[in-house]
């Protein structure tokens, strides 16, 4: 009985809804652009844009948490939006912050990978330059509550606007820039709650943490570490990277990957607000489908992440192993050839290796050996080490152990920089790929490394097989995760504010001919949603293989007017960033 009149009450509710239309998008713009019509989000300038009125009620209703952007670079020019902006101490903060991971996750709204935002106001020496948004949102909420979210995403939706979520600006890809857009930036998020033993459905009972959207995996590493008994999440390589937003809705690779599986695979819960604005829960039994679509699907797809439940496992002792080779010529390539040839052995031994290629250098920070001590990891190793003396390879390396992966990770993994400017592709090589053509594989990382072409190409590889733990996981990230054993980004530098044909070519030479010589090495592999190419071919097929079409439908289903968007992510073909990665509009 009780089940017959909610759902009556709940169909009520729906025939109520949908008889009064919720969004703007009936009078969206209509815009020609290369010969083709679109309709368009709404933009300053555009009469649907919100009147100040709209922004003023809005900011009342998220607590005074909206401002209007102005990018911090502005405090080194003399003007930004007709204002006087400049400032020497900002100036110089804004100089010395550039570069730091740390000093852009706590920004409104940079991005530490600046190619996307188009380079329209860095921090510069030259003041009487000019600075403009480029692509930064226009306006930010500072979300401080997840009703806070909530109001930016109903704002959004009803007044057609481009709608974008950030956290830390992290992300390779662009997807925390957005042109014109209102952007909701969840940092603030930082509620971290462990639990000895997991009630909620799915069946796990062992231990869990809930994690607010805000929280970056350093700082959970630290308070897993700090717990009695200790514990280990799986988080990224990356200390800064955030754990439950673009990170877990794409996969989430890390060091604990080979032995606990992917971050995605051990979320059991989500706390989410929807595109139609509400709170939900997805989990394994609340909106199941919801939940596997998290699981992997893509960032800013299917729901705004206000928090995560993860497992949590047992901390092990932990050993890592530093490598370099520093050559050139077939010598080198022989190393790189050794080392890379056994990712299939390192990973059944449950291991993670992070390295850092270019034509000249293997840089192996760490191997990372959980439950291993000195003479494990060595006696793991050897094949490594006696193949490169037969090859005559010159190295230096260094084995330590540690009591926890923890003490591992602070010690031997290396913070990094921020502030660079390029374009990211990047392959996922199966055992089947390395078994049958590794030295194919390595002669492609060689064609790659060697393709600069005035740019500076660098493989940054992550040996990581996901598959062990959880074989059989149904989730939305590409089953050939579960075959996987080796994963590399790659890059090609260019400048945001180059010429239009410049960044063409640069996207050519890493579309066609770096990430190309990576694809055709391996039959088998995929590319990786949160670290590829935004112009993959095939993308669909290449990030998510035969979970796609679900994904796709899912799409429909939980934001069918299109309020969330990322580039190269599920249902996103009928829309495109026209006029050179502007404006956000769907073809008609
Ligand atoms: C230096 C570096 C190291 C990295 N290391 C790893 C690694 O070890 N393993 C790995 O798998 N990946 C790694 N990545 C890639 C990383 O997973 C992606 O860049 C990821 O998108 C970052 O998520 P974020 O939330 O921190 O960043 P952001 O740039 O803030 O957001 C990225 C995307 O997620 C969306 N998003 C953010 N928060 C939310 C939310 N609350 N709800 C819904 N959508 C949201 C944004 O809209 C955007 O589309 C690394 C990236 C960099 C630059
Ligand atoms: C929102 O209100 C706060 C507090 O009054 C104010 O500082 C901020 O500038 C306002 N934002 C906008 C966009 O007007
Ligand atoms: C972005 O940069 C390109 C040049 O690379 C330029 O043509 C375009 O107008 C810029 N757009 C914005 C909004 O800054
Ligand atoms: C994974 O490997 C198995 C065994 O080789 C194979 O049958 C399966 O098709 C592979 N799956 C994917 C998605 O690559």
Same mark, same amino acid.
């Given at each position: 009985?009780?089940?017959?009149?909610?759902?009556?009450?709940?169909?009520?509710?729906?025939?109520?809804?949908?008889?009064?239309?919720?969004?703007?998008? &009936?009078?969206?713009?209509?815009?020609?652009?290369?010969?083709?019509?679109?309709? !368009?989000? !709404?933009?300053?300038? $555009?009469? !649907?844009? %919100?009147?100040?009125?709209?922004?003023?009620?809005?900011?009342?209703?998220?607590?005074?948490?909206?401002?209007?952007?102005?990018?911090?670079?502005?405090? !080194?020019?003399?003007?930004?939006?007709?204002?006087?902006?400049?400032?020497?101490?900002?100036?110089?903060?804004?100089?010395?912050?550039?570069?730091?991971?740390?000093?852009?996750? $706590?920004?409104?709204?940079?991005?530490?990978w600046t190619f996307?935002?188009?380079n329209?106001?860095?921090?510069?020496?030259?003041? #009487?330059?000019?600075?403009?948004?480029?692509?930064? %949102?226009?306006?930010?909420?500072?979300?401080?509550?997840?009703?806070?979210?909530?109001?930016?995403?109903?704002?959004?939706?009803?007044?057609?606007?481009?709608?974008?979520?950030?956290?830390?600006?992290?992300?390779f890809?662009? /997807?925390?820039?957005?042109?014109?857009?209102?952007?909701?930036?969840?940092?603030?998020?930082?509620?971290?709650?462990?639990?000895?033993?997991?009630?909620?459905?799915?069946?796990?009972?062992?231990?869990? #943490?809930?994690?607010?959207? +805000?929280?970056?995996?350093?700082?959970?590493?630290?308070?897993?570490?700090?717990?009695?008994?200790?514990?280990?999440?799986?988080?990224?390589?990356?200390?800064?990277?955030?754990?439950?937003?673009?990170?877990?809705?794409?996969?989430?690779?890390?060091?604990?990957?080979?032995?606990?599986?992917?971050?995605?695979?051990?979320?059991?819960?989500?706390?989410?607000?929807?595109?139609?604005?509400?709170?939900?829960?997805?989990?394994?039994?609340?909106?199941?489908?919801?939940?596997?679509?998290?699981?992997?699907?893509?960032?800013?797809?299917?729901?705004?992440?206000?928090?995560?439940?993860?497992?949590?496992?047992?901390?092990? %002792?932990?050993?890592?192993?530093?490598?370099?080779?520093?050559?050139?010529? &077939?010598?080198?390539?022989?190393?790189?050839?050794?080392?890379?040839?056994?990712?299939?052995?390192?990973?059944?031994?449950?291991?993670? #290796?992070?390295?850092?290629?270019t034509s000249?250098?293997?840089?192996?920070?760490?191997?990372?050996?959980?439950?291993?001590?000195?003479?494990?990891?060595?006696?793991?190793?050897?094949?490594?080490?006696?193949?490169?003396?037969? &090859?005559?390879?010159?190295?230096?390396?260094?084995?330590?152990?540690?009591?926890?992966?923890?003490?591992?990770?602070?010690?031997?993994?290396?913070?990094?920089?921020?502030?660079a400017s390029g374009l990211v592709g990047?392959?996922?090589?199966?055992?089947?790929?390395?078994?049958?053509?590794?030295?194919?594989?390595?002669?492609?990382? /060689?064609t790659a490394t060697g393709a600069a072409g005035g740019g500076f190409s660098v493989i940054i590889?992550?040996?990581? +097989?996901?598959?062990?733990?959880?074989?059989?996981?149904?989730?939305?990230?590409?089953?050939?995760?579960?075959?996987?054993?080796?994963?590399?980004i790659t890059m090609v530098n260019v400048e945001g504010n180059a010429p239009?044909s410049q960044k063409a070519a640069a996207q050519d030479r890493l579309t066609n001919v770096v990430d190309?010589a990576?694809? &055709?090495?391996?039959?088998?592999?995929?590319?990786? #949603?949160?670290?590829?190419n935004?112009?993959? %071919?095939?993308?669909?097929?290449?990030?998510?293989?035969?979970?796609?079409?679900?994904?796709?439908?899912?799409?429909?289903?939980? $934001?069918?007017?299109?309020?969330?968007?990322?580039?190269?992510?599920?249902?996103?073909?009928?829309?495109?960033?026209?006029?050179?990665?502007?404006?956000?509009?769907?073809?008609?």
């Amino acid at each position: 009985m009780a089940i017959l009149s909610s759902l009556i009450s709940s169909l009520l509710l729906t025939s109520l809804f949908t008889a009064i239309p919720t969004t703007a998008q &009936d009078n969206a713009p209509l815009v020609n652009w290369n010969g083709r019509q679109y309709r !368009c989000k !709404c933009y300053k300038g $555009d009469s !649907c844009w %919100p009147s100040a009125a709209s922004w003023a009620a809005l900011n009342s209703t998220v607590g005074g948490n909206l401002f209007k952007v102005v990018p911090p670079g502005a405090s !080194c020019y003399n003007t930004f939006d007709g204002q006087n902006t400049y400032s020497q101490q900002q100036c110089s903060a804004a100089n010395t912050g550039w570069r730091s991971e740390d000093w852009h996750a $706590d920004q409104q709204v940079t991005n530490m990978w600046t190619f996307w935002t188009n380079n329209t106001c860095n921090p510069t020496t030259n003041r #009487v330059g000019t600075c403009t948004l480029g692509h930064l %949102p226009e306006f930010v909420i500072m979300a401080k509550t997840r009703e806070h979210i909530q109001a930016g995403i109903n704002f959004a939706r009803t007044n057609n606007l481009r709608l974008l979520i950030r956290n830390t600006g992290h992300d390779f890809m662009g /997807r925390s820039a957005g042109f014109g857009s209102l952007a909701i930036n969840t940092h603030s998020f930082k509620s971290v709650q462990f639990v000895k033993t997991y009630t909620g459905p799915g069946g796990w009972t062992g231990s869990a #943490v809930t994690v607010g959207a +805000g929280v970056q995996v350093r700082e959970l590493y630290r308070l897993a570490n700090q717990q009695s008994p200790k514990v280990v999440v799986v988080g990224g390589e990356c200390p800064t990277v955030g754990l439950a937003g673009g990170y877990i809705q794409g996969g989430g690779h890390g060091p604990m990957a080979s032995y606990y599986g992917m971050a995605a695979d051990n979320a059991i819960a989500f706390s989410v607000v929807t595109a139609s604005g509400d709170f939900v829960t997805a989990d394994a039994e609340s909106n199941p489908d919801l939940f596997w679509a998290l699981r992997g699907g893509g960032p800013s797809t299917y729901a705004a992440i206000v928090s995560v439940t993860v497992k949590t496992f047992p901390e092990v %002792p932990t050993a890592g192993v530093s490598l370099s080779i520093r050559s050139t010529g &077939d010598l080198f390539w022989k190393g790189v050839t050794a080392f890379h040839n056994l990712a299939n052995h390192y990973v059944e031994n449950g291991m993670f #290796v992070y390295y850092e290629l270019t034509s000249s250098s293997l840089t192996v920070q760490p191997f990372v050996g959980p439950n291993m001590d000195k003479t494990k990891i060595e006696a793991v190793l050897k094949p490594l080490f006696d193949k490169l003396r037969a &090859d005559g390879v010159q190295y230096t390396s260094t084995t330590r152990e540690f009591g926890t992966f923890f003490d591992m990770y602070t010690a031997m993994f290396q913070d990094e920089g921020a502030g660079a400017s390029g374009l990211v592709g990047g392959r996922l090589f199966t055992k089947r790929d390395i078994a049958e053509n590794g030295d194919g594989i390595v002669r492609a990382y /060689r064609t790659a490394t060697g393709a600069a072409g005035g740019g500076f190409s660098v493989i940054i590889g992550h040996i990581v +097989g996901p598959g062990t733990a959880y074989p059989t996981i149904s989730n939305a990230i590409h089953p050939a995760w579960r075959n996987a054993s080796s994963f590399s980004i790659t890059m090609v530098n260019v400048e945001g504010n180059a010429p239009l044909s410049q960044k063409a070519a640069a996207q050519d030479r890493l579309t066609n001919v770096v990430d190309k010589a990576l694809r &055709d090495a391996s039959p088998y592999g995929a590319a990786y #949603v949160n670290e590829g190419n935004l112009e993959e %071919p095939n993308w669909q097929e290449a990030f998510w293989g035969s979970n796609y079409p679900r994904l796709k439908e899912l799409k429909a289903k939980w $934001d069918p007017e299109g309020v969330f968007y990322a580039r190269t992510t599920p249902g996103t073909e009928m829309w495109e960033q026209i006029e050179s990665g502007s404006r956000l509009c769907r073809t008609v």
